[in-house]
């Protein structure tokens, strides 16, 4: 469809008339197009210019020719000239329209209808429209030079010449006019029109008019344009001789020519031929030209002249077929009847419908007058036939009700079901005759209408004479009809399987009509012999279909007439179902059984207990076992458990005991019950509905719930005493009901309020009625019941947990029944099967989402409430019940806690468990919890962890080929038979485990016992051999893989706000690789938001403890290396050594300083004492948590003296160990060197040794401690020490000088030269032995450094200083030369004592929370070494500041501006006093340098500062490396926190800030 505007613009419209866009909104533009004006001439006759220039578009082009090229063009050179449009689609027919938008159509509004019938034709809509287009003519131009200007007039005149006044309608919305003149082309010779009109004419005038149509030529010129005359016209007649209309389609009509006045007369040119074919058919047959005819010729010479036109047609009163015209009229025309109710089956369906009413009373009239031709009758009957079949097309469909309303108001042939009946009953007796076939299978299409005609023609045969007219006859005619039925049906399947199945699909479509005239019983009597008729296995679906029609009659509403069909319909099912039926059709049988049932609930049919009692009888044990044998996917199981259900739903009580009763023995009662209860529990247990299906499960449950209290009665009945007691039937009720009770659909918590007070109301609480039975048939048990224990203590459990308050109180006495019943039952007098049990099932559904801290309080009132009421169970009793409410307790927690985000907690809750169930000894549950600790460390990467719980399992297993018991194979089990091969293959996933968690130690010493077990025990020597390369490769990383050490925070959470398992408890925590101290806190207090964090590490008193908000306080421990017995006294590498100082610890210290007495100005060292405490856990580290609870806690406190002792002892250990450090591996970069020597030789931080000297080497201090005599002598004897050390870090420093650090070497060398003076004079003179500080060949594959223990340098101490004390004057520094016992070992056994106090050094440097700072004043007051200070504060500003307040030389240029890479370095080789750092290589500083991370010369960059470098491979990443290996085997990585300084130490450490490196000034 197209919109034209008369200015020549165009749109294609079909998309929006057809609904593809539906963009209302959207506008479009309609581009102007341009084209001559005079080129669109309509209805004015407008003269046409000879000036329009030619290359206009469109001069002499037709304009559809225009319209199609604008459409197809994409682009339309509009020069922005055109239309806005918008449209928008109405839905819904006219009268529709304008009533849901009378705003938008009003009665002025156009309607233009569619060129012909829409698809489907309404009965009321009656039109008689003809459609005539102008299209192309061709004319001669005769005497003129060019071609004439033709414009055709169009006028309708009747058989006179009488002009037809307005018929004609330009187009939608125009009033009509009396001639329509078309458009002329200019000088054009076959001009081309596509001019389309509406003739509208009464109908019964179209017989009598034709259209003229007159051709004149138009002048430009108006004087000579009024002159012309019509030189030619034609004409066409609107009905054909033989009373049909014109036909639809092209007409080539004949152009006459002669004298105007005779064209204007009609008697003049009607008898002529109209169109070119009409000619062709006259002079075919006589031979004859008829050209020159009358006074008109149509053309001179044989004309060129031609007009053409195309007619539509649209009328429901005129039609252009012959042979329903002849119909119509077979009285005038009787001869041909046969031949036109023949050809009436060729006919369009269209021209029939809109003559349906004639057509049919044709029919029957011809049917009834010529009776005595049964010719007539078989053709009448198959024309009938086609016409209900053609109304049955979907296209026709809105005729049923013209065809229904013929048959029941202008239907009359009294005797039309005597000839209909007659020639039914022979297609269907003669059905073998194949020519019959096709006519006889229609008809039982037709069925249905066929008769609706037969019944109201014996209506009204009966309404006007009565039954005594014709006695039986109709009667005999419907039995006969059934019998040959009957015939037909029982004949082999092959011969004519599609008629049987069209008698199947379309004989119940008659009962409703048939029952009108025909006795129902009888006729339920003929259908059940009908179906009886069909042999078995033949034709299944169609038959049960058929049934199902038969039930959906009204017949079957009859009870009478039921008594005729079920019994009949049972069979057909009841064969169906059985077991052994072959593939029954589950479909068919459930649609013609729901039928069935759905009948039967009708309060309008009459009785109906018999037969719910025959389907009863006969169809439930059936559909029971079809829905037990169904799958639960199938498409057919809802609507079989529906019926099943509508059938006990319609049972009464008495149906019940009555189908009891039908049983012949007692073991059909048992096995009809067993189906049954398994049936409904697992009908319960898979919701066959959509579980917001809440109506439909709700009716199941009542319906079941009916059911199961009926059968309760059987049970009590038959199967209770001692001697009928079914065991099996008893449990499936239990289990049944249970199963009912604790039904999600049930659980009425679950719901909005609103929807279950609407339950409540319609149903009841179901689960108090079901929970109260179970109840009373537990007590009703009896003797039996120990039979049911331990099996029914889960169910019964389910029960107690329902969150509904009488029902827990009416069943968790069961329990104690249970109790009793196996104390007084069992032999040993006790209840442990109902305790183990009980404790399984628990565990279970609180894990499963069940039970809440109501039901813990009510469990353990009521079971103390029995138990202290008994006799014997009293006491065992009351801990059971205490037992049970602590693991609630527990349980119930860890269902909470599993919620949480926290991983942490939901790890402490699961030991907890855990631990509950190791000392229950439950040790099937309690592998389950390990598995669930171990997935939780899996999932934060703790493989340590993981690799401890593992082996909690792997130590409940022996080395044995003792089979393994079901519950120690975990879940996810290896398939295994013997302990031995479960505990190996264990093994093999905590090594894994331990190796990715870099525990090497730990992989070694499970490794060696699996060896053990590969080479001894089942001799799997390859096995042993791949082993074997594992614990190499294990080994190897222990000496040369980067291995952070963790650090250790102390958590305290105080205050009642905390759960009962974090309460008012310390825990140590192991930190992960590079945790900082700001991250863990974060976690922490991530963890508990409302938490308030604690600024001091002194614990709390009682008013934060019991405070109900929550506290947490946190701070660093140091571990308490725990060195194994075999290491002791011997040259352990430092590699080996630092695995121990943060592993398999359990003693954690914290120091603080303490001053005691008045403080001196100017040394605070005389009275800053050192409290630590010492934290022991429950367990030690690593283990199964990250962390364990501090379980005791010791403090003591540490003298000025003997803390300036551990200091000097570590600051000399560290010297010590870099100098054996660079010995070993000359490639270590020498800044780290450069920093300690510098913090030390300089005597610009801090004052040096003068602190010690005016603290305690005075006679004041002696006088007032002789006791400290001798650790007086000992810190002499350390700072004498720390000279040859100094000594050869120096001389180390010299060899390895770079330009860069030249100057400062030479102040470190004149530093020394006055310290070492001062010291040797006051102290003595030390020198080291040569095994000290030579290198030593490394073993093949690795190097060994050595660990120089504090007691070892002060052995040596002691023996050099008691040889300089004889010659304190002699500026000899060999005197140790001749020290007694020297054999230059620098290993000697140790003093025990001192490793105590070694081991509290470490402690020192601790740093702790922020917020009690130091002031700047008193920092440098204090001692501080000079590493200290650098890092915590601007490193150029203070090394400089430091400078200037010494008396000595300013230092060299290189250091006064503060090189950016000397910085970096002091702040990456100054972690000693930085908690964060990994540990080094030195034994008794754990946090000292970092320096292997370093760059080769030296240098740090800022980058490497921000992020710690990623751990090294496993495999052997260090082979074919640089000479650095040595070092970089155990490199400490660089602490995260470098990125920027760390704030200043805390005022709680201040003795671990002053003690750090005094005295190495």
Not at 399 to 416: G, M
Not at 1090 to 1109: D, L, N, Q, W, Y
Request: glycine residues 4%.
């Amino acid at each position: 469809m197209i919109l034209i505007s008369p200015n020549s613009s165009v749109m294609d419209i079909t998309d929006i008339i057809h609904g593809k866009v539906d963009d209302e909104e959207k506008q479009h533009f309609i581009p102007f197009q341009q084209i001559a004006m005079e080129t669109y001439i309509r209805q004015r006759q407008l003269i046409m210019s000879p000036l329009i220039t030619s290359h206009v578009i469109g001069e002499n082009e037709p304009l559809t020719s225009v319209f199609n090229k604008v459409i197809a063009a994409k682009e339309v050179n509009h020069k922005g000239q055109g239309l806005w449009v918008s449209l928008k689609l109405l839905p819904g027919d006219l009268s529709q329209v304008q009533k849901d938008f009378s705003h938008l159509i009003d009665r002025s509004t156009a309607v233009a209808r569619k060129m012909g019938f829409p698809e489907i034709i309404l009965p009321g809509d009656v039109r008689n429209d003809i459609y005539v287009t102008l299209i192309q003519g061709e004319f001669d131009k005769g005497k003129k030079k060019t071609p004439k200007n033709v414009e055709v007039t169009m006028s309708v005149h009747d058989e006179d010449g009488n002009l037809q006044e307005k018929a004609i309608h330009p187009g939608a919305g125009y009033e009509g006019v009396s001639e329509y003149k078309s458009v002329v082309y200019y000088q054009v010779k076959q001009p081309c029109w596509y001019e389309t009109v509406k003739v509208s004419i009464a109908i019964e005038e179209v017989s009598r008019c034709h259209l003229r149509f007159t051709f004149r030529h138009r002048s430009s010129q108006e004087s000579r344009d009024k002159s012309e005359r019509a030189f030619g016209m034609g004409f066409v007649k609107l009905m054909n001789a033989d009373g049909t209309t014109l036909q639809d389609g092209k007409h080539n009509l004949i152009v006459y020519k002669g004298d105007n006045k005779k064209m204007e007369d009609a008697k003049s040119y009607l008898t002529l031929p109209c169109t070119k074919t009409e000619v062709e058919e006259k002079e075919a047959p006589s031979g004859k030209n008829l050209h020159h005819l009358g006074n008109f010729t149509p053309t001179k010479d044989s004309t060129k002249d031609s007009f053409q036109i195309a007619t539509l047609i649209c009328s429901t009163k005129l039609t252009q077929n012959v042979d329903l015209l002849g119909l119509l009229n077979w009285r005038s025309n009787s001869q041909n009847i046969a031949h036109n109710l023949r050809k009436l089956m060729e006919v369009e369906g269209g021209e029939i419908v809109k003559f349906l009413q004639d057509t049919l009373d044709a029919l029957f009239n011809i049917m009834m007058e010529m009776s005595e031709n049964e010719t007539y009758d078989f053709l009448v009957f198959d024309a009938l036939v086609f016409i209900i079949s053609l109304i049955g097309d979907i296209k026709f469909q809105h005729f049923n009700p013209v065809l229904e309303t013929y048959i029941y108001k202008h239907f009359s042939a009294t005797l039309a079901y005597v000839k209909l009946t007659k020639v039914l009953n022979c297609y269907v007796g003669n059905a073998d005759d194949s020519s019959k076939t096709e006519l006889l299978f229609a008809a039982l299409k037709a069925l249905k209408y066929l008769f609706r005609f037969i019944v109201q023609s014996r209506i009204l045969y009966l309404r006007f004479y009565g039954k005594s007219e014709d006695g039986d006859a109709f009667n005999d005619a419907i039995r006969k009809l059934f019998l040959s039925f009957n015939v037909l049906m029982d004949r082999p399947l092959e011969e004519a399987v599609k008629i049987k199945g069209a008698a199947l699909k379309y004989l119940p479509s008659i009962i409703n009509d048939v029952k009108l005239v025909f006795d129902p019983v009888e006729l339920s009597v003929l259908f059940s012999k009908f179906i009886q008729s069909i042999p078995d296995n033949q034709l299944v679906r169609q038959k049960l279909n058929c049934m199902t029609k038969i039930v959906e009659s009204d017949l079957f509403k009859q009870s009478e007439c039921r008594d005729a069909l079920l019994p009949l319909l049972i069979d057909q099912l009841s064969g169906q179902l059985d077991d052994n039926s072959n593939k029954p059709d589950h479909e068919a049988c459930s649609q013609l059984l729901s039928n069935v049932l759905e009948v039967l609930d009708r309060k309008d049919v009459g009785p109906t207990a018999v037969h719910i009692q025959l389907i009863m009888e006969r169809l439930l044990r059936r559909i029971n076992r079809t829905v037990i044998g169904m799958s639960r996917q199938s498409p057919h199981i809802g609507i079989f458990v529906a019926c099943m259900t509508a059938i006990l739903r319609q049972m009464d009580d008495f149906h019940y005991s009555h189908y009891i009763n039908t049983f012949k023995t007692r073991q059909d009662i048992i096995d009809f019950l067993m189906e049954t209860f398994i049936m409904f529990k697992d009908l319960i247990g898979k919701n066959v509905y959509a579980a917001d299906w809440m109506v439909m499960n709700m009716m199941q449950s009542r319906v079941f719930l009916r059911a199961v209290n009926q059968f309760t009665s059987v049970l009590n009945r038959y199967f209770l005493d001692q001697a009928n007691f079914e065991l099996q039937l008893w449990n499936n009720y239990f289990h049944l009901a249970v199963a009912f009770l604790t039904h999600e659909s049930l659980q009425l918590e679950t719901f909005s309020q609103a929807k279950r007070n609407k339950i409540i109301k319609k149903y009841g609480d179901m689960r108090k009625e079901i929970g109260f039975k179970i109840r009373d048939m537990w007590y009703n048990l009896g003797p039996h019941k120990i039979k049911f224990i331990p099996a029914m203590v889960g169910p019964i459990l389910e029960v107690t947990l329902v969150p509904e308050p009488e029902l827990r109180k009416a069943t968790i006495p069961i329990f104690f029944d249970m109790m009793q019943c196996e104390f007084n039952f069992s032999g040993n007098r006790n209840f442990h099967m109902f305790e183990n049990e009980l404790i399984t099932k628990l565990d279970q559904e609180v894990e499963g989402g069940r039970g809440d801290e109501q039901y813990k309080i009510l469990l353990e009132k009521l079971l103390l409430e029995h138990c202290r009421k008994h006799k014997y169970l009293s006491a065992s009793g009351e801990v059971f019940a205490l037992l049970v409410s602590s693991l609630l307790e527990n349980l119930l927690d860890y269902r909470t806690i599993m919620h949480d985000e926290s991983k942490e907690n939901r790890m402490s809750c699961t030991v907890n468990v855990l631990n509950f169930y190791k000392e229950k000894k439950r040790e099937d549950i309690y592998i389950r919890y390990l598995y669930k600790l171990r997935d939780l460390h899996t999932d934060c990467e703790n493989f340590t962890e993981a690799a401890y719980t593992l082996l909690l399992h792997a130590e409940l297993l022996q080395w044995s080929e003792k089979p393994c018991v079901p519950h120690l194979l975990q879940r996810d089990s290896y398939y295994v038979y013997s302990q031995q091969e479960l505990k190996e293959k264990l093994y093999q996933e905590i090594i894994s485990f331990f190796d990715r968690g870099k525990m090497w130690e730990k992989a070694i010493q499970l490794s060696k016992e699996l060896a053990d077990m590969y080479e001894n025990k089942v001799f799997d020597y390859e096995g042993l051999g791949n082993l074997l390369k594992k614990r190499a490769t294990f080994y190897e990383n222990i000496m040369k893989a980067m291995r952070p050490q963790p650090e250790y925070f102390a958590v305290g959470y105080y205050g009642q706000g905390f759960p009962s398992f974090l309460r008012n408890k310390i825990f140590i925590y192991r930190g992960k690789e590079y945790e900082r101290r700001e991250d863990f806190n974060l976690k922490l207090l991530t963890q508990f938001p409302s938490a308030e964090k604690m600024t001091s590490t002194s614990p709390p008193g009682e008013e934060i403890k019991s405070s109900p908000k929550q506290y947490v306080q946190c701070f660093i421990v140091k571990p308490v290396m725990n060195l194994p017995p075999n290491y002791k006294d011997k040259p352990v590498p430092e590699q080996i050594l630092n695995y121990y100082r943060a592993n398999e610890v359990q003693q954690f210290t914290h120091s603080r300083p303490v001053r005691k007495g008045e403080k001196d100005p100017d040394n605070e060292f005389a009275n800053m004492w050192i409290e630590r405490t010492t934290y022991t856990t429950a367990y030690s580290f690593p283990g199964i948590l990250k962390w364990f609870e501090v379980k005791q806690i010791t403090t003591e406190e540490i003298s000025p003296l003997e803390n300036a002792i551990e200091t000097m002892e570590l600051t000399n250990e560290k010297i010590s160990n870099i100098v054996q450090q660079h010995v070993w591996d000359r490639s270590l970069p020498v800044h780290p060197l450069s920093m300690l020597l510098n913090g030390i030789v300089d005597p610009a931080v801090m004052g040096g040794y003068t602190n010690y000297e005016k603290a305690f080497f005075t006679e004041k201090y002696l006088q007032e401690h002789p006791e400290d005599q001798d650790k007086i002598e000992l810190l002499k004897q350390l700072i004498a020490l720390q000279m040859p050390l100094l000594a050869e870090g120096i001389r180390i420093h010299g060899e390895k000088l770079t330009e860069q650090l030249k100057p400062l070497h030479d102040r470190l060398t004149s530093c020394f030269k006055e310290l070492k003076k001062k010291v040797e004079k006051q102290y003595g003179v030390i020198t080291l032995p040569p095994s000290l500080t030579e290198r030593k060949p490394s073993r093949s594959g690795s190097v060994v450094l050595p660990y120089i223990m504090s007691s070892t340098l002060r052995r040596l101490s002691v023996t050099s200083v008691a040889s300089s004390v004889v010659s304190t004057s002699s500026t000899s520094s060999d005197s140790t030369s001749s020290r007694p016992g020297s054999d230059g070992s620098i290993l000697e056994p140790l003093l025990e004592r001192r490793i105590s106090t070694a081991s509290r050094a470490e402690e020192l440097p601790v740093k702790d929370d922020g917020d009690n700072r130091i002031s700047k004043l008193k920092r440098k007051e204090w001692s501080v070494s000079k590493s200290q200070v650098i890092v915590e504060k601007e490193p150029e500003a203070e090394l400089t500041a430091k400078m200037g307040m010494s008396g000595k030389a300013p230092r060299p240029k290189s250091l006064q501006l503060g090189d950016n890479r000397l910085t970096l370095l002091q702040g990456s080789s100054l972690q000693q006093s930085s908690p964060r750092s990994p540990p080094p290589i030195t034994p008794k500083t754990p946090r000292t340098q970092s320096f292997p991370s370093l760059q080769a010369d030296g240098l740090a960059t800022a980058s490497l500062q921000s992020t710690p470098p990623p751990p090294p491979p496993k495999s052997k990443p260090y082979e074919n490396s640089n000479p650095r290996n040595s070092v970089e085997a155990a490199p400490p990585l660089p602490s995260r926190r470098e990125a920027k300084p760390p704030p200043p130490p805390p005022k709680t450490r201040k003795s671990s800030v002053v003690s750090a490196e005094p005295g190495l000034q």
